[in-house]
């Protein structure tokens, strides 16, 4: 079976600190990744998403980036962290992009 | 690009009760419909995908309705016990892909004893 796990489950985190969020998949060979992030009171937004190691592409520009070093590892990252930054981070994959996505736990970021 | 408004935002019904959330999206080619339960602290899981064909649909414990004339996907949960409380998302494609989901902001449901 299919596992996604999501570290850290929340982060406190000062403004201007880096930031590292982590997303494993175990179970499943060259899967699609994705980062979806929620602003309190707000809805998700897919920010990136991953076909293939090496390989990220950028939907929505919020001063962060990605990386997938491993076929079963999505990272998202920034060197400074911004107040608005602050929400709720899920990673998620899919087999195909025509198939369901799986989604994780999420990660509880507070930006103070 | 396409928009989707989700009411309410909050919602509390007494158990037994129905408990009713719907979504407007604005792309006419919007294809594929999803509606998504998030329980505290867990993934969000799903609960059906919705094809545009079919305006009807049964899950257990639920329907979900289509109308693409007014593009509205509404979720009625019937008969609702304390497992229902959750966050509720919709979520609406144009693809099916999950590479091209817009969801919903959120309900959040409060099923009372």
């Known amino acids: 079976a299919q596992t996604i796990h999501q570290w850290p489950v929340a982060e406190i985190k000062a403004v201007g600190s880096p930031l590292s969020l982590g997303c494993t998949i175990k179970?499943?060979?060259?899967?699609?990744l994705y980062w979806y992030w929620q602003a309190t009171g707000g809805t998700l937004q897919q920010l990136f998403y991953s076909i293939t190691v090496g390989q990220v592409e950028s939907v929505v520009q919020l001063n962060l980036s990605a990386s997938r070093p491993k076929d079963d590892q999505f990272i998202l990252s920034t060197e400074k962290l911004l107040l608005s930054h602050s929400g709720f981070y899920l990673c998620a994959w899919s087999l195909t992009t025509n198939t369901e996505v799986f989604f994780g736990k999420g990660t509880r970021l507070t930006v103070v | 690009g396409e928009q989707v408004e989700q009411r309410p935002p909050h919602l509390s019904v007494r158990e037994g009760d129905s408990a009713f959330i719907t979504c407007t999206y604005t792309?006419?080619?919007?294809?594929?419909f999803f509606w998504y339960k998030q329980e505290p602290g867990a993934s969000l899981q799903l609960l059906m995908k919705?094809?545009?064909?079919?305006e009807i649909n049964e899950g257990q414990g639920f329907t979900v309705l289509l109308n693409k004339k007014d593009k509205r996907l509404s979720l009625n949960l019937t008969a609702a016990h304390p497992g229902d409380s959750a966050a509720y998302f919709c979520?609406?494609?144009?693809?099916?892909?999950?590479?091209?989901?817009?969801f919903g902001k959120g309900t959040q449901l409060i099923i009372q004893p």
């Open positions: 979520a609406v494609s144009d693809t099916g892909g999950a590479d091209r989901l817009t």
């Open positions: 919705v094809f545009s064909s079919t």
């Open positions: 792309d006419p080619n919007s294809y594929y």
């Open positions: 179970g499943k060979s060259s899967p699609n």
